[in-house]
Structure formats: C-alpha cells, structure tokens
C-alpha cells in the first residue's frame, strides 16, 4: 500500500473554537475537508514523529470514516503506533487519560460532545498534546494558519484497518494497535474512589440511575456501575452508543434531560440520579427532590473530596470557568487554598494541572473533573458522588442543604440565544461593552455595580494573555451578569447570558431560582438590550 501525497487546497473555515473543530457533518464530509485540518496538524506537530497517537471518539456518524482517514495519514506522517478505542469509541476523559498513560505524543477526538449526531448533526475534532490536555491557544492558532495555506497531505492508499478486532496490526510502518477502550479508565477510577463502600451502600439498598444517552458512557457505565459496583442492570439507562445517539440531544441539562428531572421528584426516586453527555466529559446530578446546580456540584466536591481515598492529602488549588458560579470561590477560602478563575473551555485550566496547582476544577455547563486527567470528566464526577454518598451515609439533599447553610447559596441560571443572526449578536455585545464604560456605582434596587469590564485572562504558568473572554457586571459579592458569546454552536451566533445572585439569610435558602434571578434578568435586559437588538423575548434555552 503505497504512502500518496495528494494536492489540496485549504478552506479557510477551520478555526477551532471552544473545544476543537466543530462543524457540520456535511462540512467535515467536502473532499479534504478533515484532511487538510489533520495534515496542518501533524505539519505543525512535527514532533510526533516517530511517537504514539491516541485514536477515538465518541461514536457518532462519521466516526468510523474518520478514524480510517486518521489511522491513514498517521501511518503516512510517521507515526509509529496508533492506539485506537475498539470500535473507534473513547470518550473524551478516557482518551486524554490514555494519552498519558502511554505517554503518546498526543490524541485525535473525534466529538462535537453534546451537539446532536447523525448525517444532519455535528461532527468534530480535537486535538490532545502529549500532556493529555487539548491544544493551547497558540498551536490551535499555528494549526489554523497553517490550514489556510495547506497545498498536499500524505496518506497511506488503500488502508484496510480492522477496529473492531482487539490487537496489533501493520500499516506500512506503524503498528496499530486496537484496545479495550474501558479498562484503563475503569482501573484509573478504581484507584481514586472506594470501590467497597460504594458497593456496600448500593447492597444496603441504595438506589443509582445512571442515563448515557445512547452516547459513548454507556460501556464504560456499564462496566464500572453494574459489572463491578454490582448495580443492577437497570441502573443504566440507554446505554448502547448510537451513530444518531438515538436521535436524543446527550446534553445533560434541565431541559434535554427532563425525564431525569421528573424521576428525581417521584417520591420513590433513586437516591443518586445522573447523565453525562456525547463524549462522556460532562455530568449532571440530581437526587431524590433536588437538582444541584452544576456550581454547587463543584463547591461541595471541593468540599468534601478530602474523604475519597484518591484525595486524603486534600487540595493543592481549585478553579473554575468565569461564568460560573462563585460558591467554590467560598469554600476555597475556608478551606485556605488557591482559587482560579479562568476563561470558558478546558484548556486554561490544564496549565494549572501540570503545574501542581491544582486539584479540581469545573464550569457551569455541567463539567467538572480533578487531576486525575487533563479533561473533564462524566462519569468520574459521578463515582466522585456515590463515594461521597457512601462515606458520609447521607442523602444528596441533606448534603446540599448543609452546604447552603454553611455557605449560603449561590442562584444561577443560564440563560442561551441560540441561531442569532451574527450582526445580532455583535449589536448586543457592543451594547453592554458601551454600557460597561458607565455602571461602575450606578445602583439597581439593592444592588450597586462594583466592577464592569471584559474579562482577560493572564495564565500565571506560561504568563500567555487572553483577551475578549466575556463582558460581566459584578455586583460586589451579592450578584453577577456574565454575557458573552459560544465558541462550540455550528449554526449562526449563540449568545449566553449568566445571572448569579447569592444569599445566606436563611429565609432566603430555598426560594425558587426562577423567581430569585428574574430582577438580575431584568437589570441585563436593562443594560444589553438583548431582547430589543434580537427580537427574541425570552431565550431559547434556561439551564
Ligand atoms: C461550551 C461551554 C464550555 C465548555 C465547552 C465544551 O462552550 O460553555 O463551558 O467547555 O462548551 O464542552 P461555549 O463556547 O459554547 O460556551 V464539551 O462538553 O462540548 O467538550
Ligand atoms: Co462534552
């Protein structure tokens, strides 16, 4: 088979965004299209030369396609040995984990995570360093340039790769090897959490539902909760990998996942309800009568991580996306360790993790994760509540509602503007930037404006600076306005808007979200306009 350098030209249009290259299916499908963003890869990539490259993704349509493409181009670069997730399935957390493990010099993921799948939906890329970690800002920007001058790619003609077959096989120079993509993270979650107590409190009659959304979690779900936590079978909810994700939306929200929400307020619920998204790095929680906000989630696993056996020394530093909510910022400080904060997606917060300053860390959207990989991380988010539940024997509820009394309690809400007309969009930007340049100790009701600006971002490891990461309006400690606009969407524009309001009265603990953020809804209204410049009257989406 012979190695063939094809002529090409470049696009154009392959800017990463938030988490890699996002596009639609059909995009991905123009000739070249993923060859030439491969190729700028390993051309700016040349070090992975003669290394190893993790190969996967998360089963959606084109995944399989793809990979072949990938394992190909990999051969005819000089990769020396592709490690492939049988299948071609590897959710995100387990691929960078993989990535480390075998100290490859980098991985290819194959998501759009949560967007939908299918020959209409999403298909992406991202690429991993040797530190398991997505590509900073600087290569994503070095590969970008690059893609728009590309001229030929190499690739290996006729590849005929079997990745349903386990073992190693031959492609011109490079070893292929194809692996159980469960087991070295099933082992890597078996050393972090106590394995025993959580199967003693399921066998106390403990109760766990756990939805993959016919996504990539469900072997590895399967695995860990069932075949070896002892779980019943049907604790796991949807669980084969679909090419269409069953033609769901693996989006683990108040919305996407209502059924979820529906069953934590029967009186029989579970005692632990939870769903994780299309590439298995995202997580929600509920449990019986209450949803915890992802902010929450985070604050009381850094409240309570020091009881799992992976984190007896307790925390080097904690860390969290911007936009989201300040309730980790709490215990951090009683808690006496580092707090970041950093701009949205993952990779500002990887820095941090190879320079020992950081223990957990997580966003809003329903992502959080630890040390233990350099992404975030679904399911380990969930055995990170069943051994907490399990150590300290109490229920989500009582464990939150401590917390709140403790710390008092942060109200958040995300409020999305989807498929916006770019112009839009800017028109709404420019407005709270023009609007910023005047709210400094301007009062709305019993809220004074402490602080208006764009936030950047100045990252204390590399000292790197970025810029443009979301306008906000702080309201001393009481409450936050964060807009700025997605970097993962695939169609037109998406606005995000963020209220936070904080409360420690203890009348004031169990109020309705809604009701709590609609005057913080209303003053951004006042100052964005975005209803106005949009013509939207509410949003497309509450989270
Ligand atoms: C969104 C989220 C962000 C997350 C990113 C990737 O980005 O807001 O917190 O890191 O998705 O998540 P944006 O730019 O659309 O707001 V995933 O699960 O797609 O890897
Ligand atoms: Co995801």
């Not at 009701?515 to 209303?522: G, K």
Request: net charge negative; glycine share 10%.
């Amino acid at each position: 088979m012979p190695i063939r350098e094809i002529s090409t030209r470049p696009y154009n249009d392959q800017k990463p965004g938030t988490a890699g290259l996002r596009k639609k299916v059909a995009v991905f499908q123009q000739p070249h299209y993923l060859e030439n963003f491969l190729q700028s890869i390993f051309d700016v990539e040349s070090g992975l030369r003669g290394q190893s490259l993790v190969i996967g993704g998360d089963g959606r349509y084109y995944n399989r396609e793809a990979i072949r493409i990938a394992i190909a181009m990999a051969a005819a670069n000089g990769i020396a040995r592709v490690i492939v997730g049988q299948g071609g399935l590897l959710s995100t957390p387990a691929a960078s984990h993989l990535i480390r493990l075998r100290r490859a010099g980098g991985g290819l993921i194959f998501t759009a995570s949560h967007n939908p799948a299918g020959p209409d939906g999403d298909f992406g890329l991202k690429y991993n360093v040797a530190s398991g970690g997505q590509a900073t800002e600087a290569l994503t920007a070095r590969i970008y340039e690059h893609s728009r001058t590309i001229q030929r790619y190499r690739i290996v003609e006729g590849a005929d790769i079997d990745i349903d077959r386990r073992g190693v096989q031959k492609l011109e120079e490079c070893e292929i090897e194809v692996i159980d993509g469960v087991a070295d993270y099933a082992a890597l979650m078996q050393s972090l959490f106590d394995f025993d107590r959580i199967r003693d409190w399921l066998r106390n009659g403990h109760r766990l539902r756990f939805d993959a959304m016919h996504a990539v979690t469900g072997p590895y779900a399967q695995r860990i909760l069932v075949e070896t936590l002892g779980a019943p079978p049907d604790a796991v909810d949807n669980g084969s990998p679909l090419e269409d994700f069953g033609g769901g939306h693996p989006d683990p929200n108040l919305i996407y996942a209502r059924p979820l929400v529906e069953l934590a307020q029967r009186a029989d619920a579970p005692d632990l309800i939870a769903a994780s998204d299309g590439d298995g790095d995202r997580n929600m929680i509920l449990g019986r009568g209450i949803f915890v906000s992802p902010g929450d989630s985070l604050a009381l696993l850094a409240e309570h991580l020091h009881k799992l056996p992976g984190y007896r020394d307790g925390l080097r530093g904690v860390a969290r996306s911007m936009p989201t909510s300040r309730a980790v910022d709490r215990v951090a400080r009683a808690l006496n360790v580092e707090c970041h904060e950093t701009p949205t997606g993952w990779k500002f917060f990887t820095q941090l993790f190879d320079a020992g300053r950081l223990t957990l860390c997580g966003e809003e959207s329903f992502g959080t994760s630890s040390s233990h990989t350099r992404e975030k991380d679904g399911l380990w988010a969930v055995l990170a509540w069943l051994n907490v539940l399990a150590a300290t024997g109490r229920s989500v509820r009582e464990l939150v509602e401590a917390h709140w009394r403790r710390f008092g309690r942060h109200y958040y809400a995300r409020h999305d503007y989807e498929g916006l007309p770019s112009s839009a969009a800017l028109r709404v930007l420019q407005t709270l930037t023009d609007a910023n340049a005047h709210l400094v100790g301007k009062s709305f009701g019993e809220w004074t404006v402490t602080q208006a600006d764009e936030f950047s971002y100045r990252d204390p490891v590399d000292g790197s600076l970025a810029v443009n990461q979301g306008l906000r309006v702080i309201f001393g400690e009481r409450a936050r306005i964060v807009l700025r606009q997605s970097g993962t969407g695939t169609e037109g524009a998406v606005l995000r808007l963020y209220l936070e309001r904080y409360e420690n009265r203890e009348t004031a603990l169990d109020w309705n979200p809604a009701d709590a953020l609609a005057p913080l809804a209303h003053i951004a209204e006042e100052c964005a306009h975005i209803a106005e410049l949009t013509g939207r009257r509410a949003p497309s989406l509450v989270t």
